[in-house]
DNA sequence: GAGTGGAGCGCC
DNA sequence: AAAGGGCGCTCCACTC
């Protein structure tokens, strides 16, 4: 049973309306003002089971506006159409990627009227002390209806018109699995952002304390920073620097005679002389001290939680970004920090070589799917490749990023000669790119448009006096162009697979009492969940996968193995 | 003093 | 001759 939901824009931030509405997206029964929707979500929710035939999907304006404050009353929701999300991949689809997608907006475009932009996300407020306070009386709406428009009817034909440009796809069942597959992503993330990562203070202050020295206590660095700022200067005989300033290192080093290409550390490993590794040290220190130093772990963790905020469909691969905190680049060595609670565990998982499996999938290109059989394909491969697994592994990476020279070369030719098929499905993607058009992924999300600045480049290459240099510059900008949609086609691709993995596997989590998703992050879930069921859970993964795999590219070969891992503490994940 | 852009890092 | 995709975050330098 489909019910379209919606706060009351104009009330009490409880107050909305709800409708049944038919699979066809026609109403199906009559539409009722309720005083507090979240509460009658709740209701309807309970009312069957999640497995029953009538058990609600409910079609709303945005998860992402609805699912918060149902999970601080302690509702979970089974399945949702989201509106704003859904409208997000068909304006791609047809070309106008970045066009405001929330209720608003979609509906002035139905019915031709000026499309308002959508509101600006708020930018994450730092947790307050305690995480369940409640939100304001009144919500801002941020639904972008104008204030006389009947909001359960913009509801009902907006959803009616997607359903409609949904099935005027090239594939409307991929796309419709994409729809739901978001839509699920979208209360996975809320409930991964409601319950936080565990996390302790505790154990965090000691790694702190460990590599920086104590915490100090007026703001002044650290004392092994301060140490190695001292040993720096010493070693360029300067008498005070400031090693994150560019132009000041830059000129000490040249002052004792070194010229340095960049202050990356790639270029500086490669450069013999006694201040390098002090540099080298003090940056590794720095970068601790103001990403995930005291003040970091002081705002975001509250009561135990690291608590981001991911935003389902905010990069324009399908994978999702996060605010607040850093939340997809928890350095290696903070995971110490990621313990379970007592007599939990974490039942951590990851795809291994996804991207290359998806490719094997894609392309269907029967060499690599065979080498999909093994859990290590690179390893698999190593005998195409010379006996090298390192050169399968540059071989396969630098074909879906585009990489041409360097080390690259020779395995690159070898994976042009043994997998056509695949070299071809990238190729052509470049190739598409490069003439400034579109590509999807498998299930249909469709890239943006190129830039202003790739046309311009590619429209000043006719009138320019200057045309070598033009052309070469708009040849790059053009080769850019076809790096990017290279990449999309696979980075898309793994994306919405993991997003079908993540939403089958919230769903088959339910039968374990207690269990909840609490991380992911591109290709790897984390599961926090009661010991005694660690075991079921890790199996359930494991199905999830492969049944991802069948659901997006239907039966094949192609495996795709999950590493799973039970422990206590995340950082003995890997 | 606030805002912007680039450099650089580290996660996938 | 060389030519690697996506992000978030912090710093500095610069501008207004």
Known sequence: MQIAATYDPE??????FVQAISEEGDAAGQPRAVADLEAEI?????????????????????????APALLRRGVRVDRCHDLALTEALLVAYEGRCGAPRSLGAAWARLHGLPVPPDRAEGTLEAPADNPTTQPALFEPDRSGLPPDADPLRAVREVHAEQLRRIAATEHPGRFRLLVAAESAAALAAAEMAHHGLPWRADVH?????????PRPVDGSPPRAMAAATAELAAALGVRALNPDSAPQVTKAFADVGVKLPSLRRWDLEKIDHPAIPLLLKYKELSRLYSFNGWVWRDTWVVAGRFRPEYTVGGVVTGRWAARGGGALQIARRLRKAVIADPGWVFVAADAAQLEPRILAAMAQDPGMAEATQSDDMYAALAGVFEGSRDQAKLGLLGAMYGQTGGGAAA??????????????????????????????????????PPSERWQSAIAGDAEADAADDSNRRSGQ???ARGRFTRNFVIQATAAEWAEVLLALLRQRLRRLDGAQLVFFQHDEVLVHVPKEHAAAAAGMIGECAALAGRLVFGPGPVRFPMSVHSVECYGDAK
């Open 205 to 213: 202050g000691e790694i702190l304390a460990e590599i920086l020295g």
């Open 411 to 448: 395995p690159l030719a070898l994976m042009r000669r043994r997998f056509p098929k695949a070299t071809a499905l990238l190729d052509e993607a470049a190739r598409e790119g490069e003439r400034g058009r579109l590509v999807r992924s498998h299930l249909g999300r469709t890239c943006p």
């Open 42 to 66: 709740g209701t309807l929710e309970a009312a069957s089971a999640p497995d029953a035939p009538d058990h609600p999907r409910w079609i709303w304006p945005a998860t992402a506006d609805l």
């Open 477 to 479: 900008v053009a080769r």
């Open 11 to 16: 009330g009490f931030k409880d107050r909305g």
